[in-house]
C-alpha cells in the first residue's frame, strides 16, 4: 500500500484555520464602519437653549438626516451654557465614534475662543467639519411700545437718549451680544447690554416690555414678527433678507455694518474617517431635499451653496480671526 507524506497538508489547513480565525476576531473586535453606521440613535447635540435658531434648525436637519440614513434615529440634545461652551467642551470630550455630533453656530465656535479666557476646547483641533447648513440674519427688534417706527428713528433717538436703552441678548459674548457693541461703536450710541440664558427667554423679556430692545436670529423671533408682537427695525446682514423684504439693513444707515450667523454640523477630531465620510454624505443629501430646503427658507435661513468639509473648514479658520479682532475691538471678555 503506497503511503504519502501527509505533514505539508496539515500545515497548509492549520495555517488556514488560524487565518480564518484571525479574521473572525477582527470582525468581532472592529468598531463598527460605514457599512454598519449607524446602528444606534445618533445625538445631535445643541450648545444653546431650546427655542432658539440652533435648536430650530437642529431638528430640522436632525429629522432629515435620520431619513436619509436608512430610517436612523437621530436625537436633538440641548446642552446651554457659558455661551455654548458646555455643550461643545462634551462633544470635544465625549466618543470619537460618530454617535456624537455637534450642531452649532458660528457665535460659539468662531467668537467664544477669543471671549473667553478658556473656552475648553479649540475649534479646529478638536473637530471635524462635516456640512455648512447656512446662514441667518440677526434682527433689531424693538417692543411695538417703543417710540421709533424705523431704523432711523431708533439710531435718532439712541443717540439722544444715550446710555438709558438697554438691549438684551442670548448672553454674553453671543454673536448678538456684539452686535450690539457694533452698533454702539459704529452707530455713535451707547445701549447698555443686559445678557440673559438663551435667546428666548430675551425676547419674552422685550415681549413683556422688561426691556424695549432685542437683537435675536431671524427664525427665533419670525413668529413673533408675523403676529405684531415685536417690531423689526433692520436686519444685520450687509442685505435684506428675502424673509422681510421691506425690512432695511443696518449697513443701509450704517455702512460697513455686517454681522451674519452660519450653521454648521460638526464631528469630534477623532471619528473613522469612513463614518465621518457617511456622515458628510448624508449631510449634503439632505440639504438637497427639497422639503428641508423649503421649511429651512421658511425659517430665514439662507441654505449654503454645496461647500466642501474643506471649504467649510477655510471659512471657520478665517472668521476666528475676523472675530477675534471684533472682540478685541469691543473690550469684550468673559472669564
Known amino acids: 500500500m503506497e503511503t504519502h507524506n501527509i505533514t ?7 495555517r488556514a484555520l488560524l487565518a480564518f480565525g484571525l ?16 446602528s444606534r440613535p445618533v445625538t445631535l447635540v445643541v450648545p444653546q437653549a431650546a427655542g432658539g435658531t440652533n ?17 436612523a434615529s437621530v436625537v436633538v440634545d440641548n446642552r446651554p451654557g457659558a455661551g455654548g461652551n458646555i455643550g461643545t467642551q462634551l462633544v470635544a470630550k465625549g466618543p470619537k465614534d460618530g454617535y456624537t455630533l455637534l450642531m452649532t453656530i458660528s457665535s460659539s ?12 476646547f479649540d475649534p479646529e483641533k478638536d473637530f471635524k467639519p462635516v456640512g455648512l447648513i447656512g446662514a441667518v440674519p440677526n434682527v433689531l427688534l424693538v417692543n411695538p411700545s417703543f417710540p421709533a417706527k424705523n431704523l432711523a428713528e431708533f439710531l435718532k433717538l439712541a443717540r439722544e437718549k444715550g446710555a438709558n436703552y438697554q438691549y438684551a ?13 457694533m452698533l454702539n461703536s459704529m452707530g455713535g450710541i451707547s445701549m447698555q447690554h443686559v445678557p440673559y440664558k438663551g435667546v428666548a427667554p430675551a425676547i419674552n423679556d422685550v ?4 426691556l424695549p430692545i432685542v437683537f435675536a436670529s431671524l427664525p427665533s423671533a419670525l413668529a413673533h414678527i408675523k403676529a405684531g408682537k415685536l417690531r423689526a427695525l433692520a436686519v444685520s446682514g450687509e442685505k435684506r433678507s428675502p ?10 444707515q450704517v455702512p460697513g455694518y455686517n454681522g451674519t450667523l452660519w450653521i454648521g454640523l460638526f464631528a469630534p477630531a477623532g471619528v473613522p474617517a469612513d463614518v465621518l465620510a457617511t456622515l458628510q454624505g448624508a449631510t449634503r443629501k439632505a440639504l438637497d431635499a427639497k422639503d428641508l430646503r423649503d421649511k429651512l427658507d421658511q425659517q430665514g ?35
Open 8 to 14: 505539508p497538508v496539515l500545515r497548509f489547513r492549520a
Open 23 to 38: 479574521a473572525a476576531t477582527a470582525l468581532l473586535t472592529t468598531p463598527a464602519t460605514a457599512q454598519t453606521y449607524p
Open 55 to 71: 435648536d430650530i434648525v437642529g431638528r430640522l436637519i436632525g429629522q432629515k438626516l435620520g431619513e436619509v440614513m436608512n430610517n
Open 109 to 120: 465656535q468662531a467668537i467664544n475662543p477669543t471671549l473667553y479666557k478658556n473656552p475648553g
Open 169 to 181: 441678548s442670548a448672553g454674553n459674548g453671543t454673536l448678538n451680544h456684539l452686535l450690539g457693541e
Open 207 to 210: 415681549l413683556g416690555s422688561q
Open 243 to 252: 424673509v422681510l423684504p421691506d425690512v432695511p439693513a443696518i449697513a443701509e
Open 301 to 335: 435661513v439662507e441654505i449654503a451653496a454645496p461647500t466642501s468639509p474643506e471649504q467649510f473648514a477655510t471659512l471657520l479658520h478665517n472668521d476666528l480671526a475676523k472675530w477675534a479682532r471684533i472682540v478685541k475691538a469691543s473690550g469684550a471678555a468673559v472669564d
